[in-house]
């Protein structure tokens, strides 16, 4: 029993010899991981903003060249029209224009020009 005791003291202060000269370079391996991880995590945020000012960008590209293209169509159906806008052609396209307003209701109420009223003013 004696060796036994003997035995078993000395694997103890082994182990705990060992667990005070491993504990240190465990200790900076851990924070070596954790900062690896940090920097891994900073790198795809980083990629992630990247990708979505790129996709910003085309966006942007892409109505700038739908706005161009409007105003191409524009300019054509003026020139279709010689330059000259009439008040009935400035009716057709207010009335087309109200299929836009979705929930909101518009009552119209011709005038003797047959114009829209486009405004009108309330006294409260």
Do not use: H
Request: proline letters at 3%; glycine letters at 4%.
């Amino acid at each position: 029993m004696n060796k036994l005791g003997i035995l078993a003291a000395i694997v103890f202060v082994a182990i705990v010899v060992g667990c005070f000269v491993t504990i240190p370079y465990y200790n900076v391996w851990q924070q070596e991981m954790s900062g690896k991880a940090e920097f891994a995590k900073a790198e795809q945020n980083r990629k992630i903003k990247i990708e979505e000012a790129k996709a910003n960008l085309e966006a942007e590209k892409l109505n700038a060249q739908a706005e161009i293209e409007r105003a191409k169509g524009a300019a054509e159906a003026i020139k279709i029209e010689n330059g000259s806008i009439t008040p009935a052609y400035i009716q057709y396209l207010w009335v087309r224009q109200q299929s836009n307003l979705n929930d909101k209701t518009v009552i119209y109420i011709p005038t003797e020009t047959n114009l829209p009223v486009l405004e009108v003013s309330r006294n409260k």
